[in-house]
């Protein structure tokens, strides 16, 4: 019998978390046949069935869910090889942890989480991301960890950290900065930049219902993908734009920040992990996050 290959896990892994070959190989960027190929051949290797097959979508099989959380763990420690090599000659080699995060928290908590207790066993690498994608990444076993704006009913790999408010953010010389406090209804005469929906489909609703709820209609300056996009049209006068509280924690040139009237502890940062938690991370970030959190005045 040939060996079980990382490309085989990697596709199974896909159709799992996608339920569907066809949507598997276009987010690994392959034709489907490929695909199919390496999940059918995973599965005469084991002798078992991994997917019921039928209609558009598939549905694992009892040895799927089994086979998932491990094809995950394997991955994670392939792609760690190169790395306990390359420190091999070091007086002891350190773990290596894959971690993800939306922009707005390298400027925020990352660097305090990256300093804490939780990630000092580990030689970290960082990247950058949407929360779609993110979770993605996870799933997908390609992330260990992921800082994002989500809220999911996947209780025993995804938490709630913090939830924090929107502030309003308005060029420096920009009337409203007279006050300290803004309402909804002093923001409607203003257009928003605000995140495109697609990258960040929570913080779009979240500032879109702001003002429904005010009875007022948005006008759109800018849709664009990160906070340092949002903060630089600002400070341009193209618009205004509610972003979290702790992105008014450090200033940005340009740009004053401002409290919002009635404004609810709804945004949410989120920790996500690898399928069974191999790591025994979703706690103790968690609470890293929500410390952080509370020494700076964002939450209740």
Not at 88 to 106: D, Y
Not at 175 to 185: G, H, K, W
Not at 235 to 260: E, K, N, T, Y
């Amino acid at each position: 019998m040939s060996e079980i290959s990382l490309k085989q896990l990697r596709c199974f892994v896909a159709v799992y978390t996608e339920r569907s070959f066809t949507r598997a190989a276009k987010r690994l960027g392959l034709a489907q046949s490929p695909v199919s190929q390496a999940v059918a051949a995973l599965e005469a290797q084991l002798g078992v069935a991994l997917f019921e097959r039928g209609g558009r979508d598939v549905v694992p099989t009892p040895a799927a869910e089994a086979l998932y959380p491990e094809a995950v763990e394997i991955r994670r420690r392939a792609e760690g090889l190169q790395h306990l090599a390359s420190t091999a000659t070091e007086e002891r080699a350190k773990r290596v942890l894959r971690l993800g995060s939306i922009s707005s928290m390298f400027s925020s908590a990352l660097p305090t989480l990256l300093r804490a207790e939780p990630l000092s066993p580990y030689a970290v690498t960082v990247s950058d991301g949407g929360t779609t994608d993110l979770s993605r990444a996870v799933d997908d076993g390609d992330l260990d960890v992921a800082l994002l704006r989500d809220l999911s009913p996947d209780s025993d790999r995804h938490a709630v950290a913090f939830r924090e408010r929107l502030c309003v953010a308005v060029a420096a010389d920009h009337e409203l900065t007279a006050q300290q406090v803004v309402s909804a209804e002093q923001l409607r005469d203003f257009p928003l930049v605000l995140f495109d929906r697609g990258r960040a489909p929570l913080a779009f609703d979240l500032t879109a219902s702001a003002f429904l709820r005010s009875g007022h209609p948005l006008r759109i300056a800018a849709r664009v993908t990160n906070e340092q996009a949002i903060l630089g049209l600002v400070s341009a006068r193209l618009g205004i734009a509610l972003v979290p509280q702790s992105l008014a924690l450090h200033p940005w040139p340009g740009v004053a920040f401002r409290d919002l009237r009635d404004a609810e502890y709804s945004y949410p940062l989120a920790v996500r992990v690898a399928a069974g938690d191999p790591l025994g991370l979703l706690g103790p970030i968690t609470s890293a996050l929500h410390g952080w959190a509370s020494q700076n005045s964002l939450i209740r």
